[in-house]
Each structure stands twice: as structure tokens, then as C-alpha cells.
């Protein structure tokens, strides 16, 4: 019986060991709420330089922000977020 109970006391805390990775697994991989907070402005300012000097928004459409967005997203490294965000901020300065 004494026996049972330490198997049982065994398997509770392989479970919880198993949530406990879970959730640092879950988390780790998430976009830190600190750059998902961040504006497309922010983003555009902080990852568009590096490379060139960024076009002013009136060069290209909507239409064509969209394709440079796909297109410097693989570069800049940014996220679908991130790349949504600087891409609405370069049409939102084209009005
Ligand atoms: C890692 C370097 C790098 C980063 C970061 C980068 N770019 Fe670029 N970009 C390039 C290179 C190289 C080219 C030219 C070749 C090409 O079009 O792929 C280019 C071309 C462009 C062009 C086309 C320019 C033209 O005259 O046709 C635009 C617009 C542009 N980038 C905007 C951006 C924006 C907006 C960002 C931020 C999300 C960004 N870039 C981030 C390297 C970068």
C-alpha cells in the first residue's frame, strides 16, 4: 500500500514538471509582450535603416507597401505582427 502511494506521489509530480515545461515552452516561443507592444512606427524606425535609407512613403502605392512588406520582412526579421504594423504605418503616412 505504502508502496502504491509513492508511485502515485511519483506520478503527480512527473505531471507537474510536465505543465511546468509546458508552460515555459508555450511562453518562450509567444512574441514577447514587449515587442508585440511596439508601433508600426517604432518598427519601421528601429529595423527599416539598417540596410538603406528608408524610401519615403509617398514612393510606392498601398499595393506595392504590401509587396516591399513581403519582401523585407524575410530581411528585417520581423513577424507577420510586425510586418502588418510597419507596413499600415507606410500606407497611414501615404494619405
Ligand atoms: C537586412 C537588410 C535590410 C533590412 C533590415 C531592410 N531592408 Fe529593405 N532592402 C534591402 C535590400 C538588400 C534591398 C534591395 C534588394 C531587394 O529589393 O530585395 C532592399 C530594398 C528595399 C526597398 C525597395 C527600394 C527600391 O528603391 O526599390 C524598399 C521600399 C525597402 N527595402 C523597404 C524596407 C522596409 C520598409 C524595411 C523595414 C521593414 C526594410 N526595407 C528593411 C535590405 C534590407
Known amino acids: 500500500m505504502k508502496k502504491l502511494l509513492n508511485i502515485k506521489k511519483a506520478i503527480t ?6 505543465g511546468i ?12 509582450k514587449k515587442i508585440a507592444a511596439k508601433s508600426g512606427a517604432q518598427l519601421w524606425a528601429e ?3 539598417r540596410c538603406h535609407n528608408t524610401p519615403s512613403p509617398s514612393s ?3 499595393e506595392q507597401w504590401k509587396t516591399v512588406g513581403m519582401h523585407m520582412q524575410t530581411r528585417a526579421q520581423l513577424t507577420q505582427n510586425e510586418r502588418n504594423k510597419v507596413v499600415e504605418f507606410m500606407q497611414s503616412m501615404n494619405k
Do not use: K, R
Open 21 to 32: 515545461t509546458a508552460i515555459i515552452f508555450t511562453n518562450g516561443c509567444a512574441e514577447s
Open 60 to 62: 510606392f502605392s498601398d
Open 13 to 18: 509530480v512527473i505531471m507537474i514538471c510536465f
Open 47 to 49: 529595423n527599416c535603416q
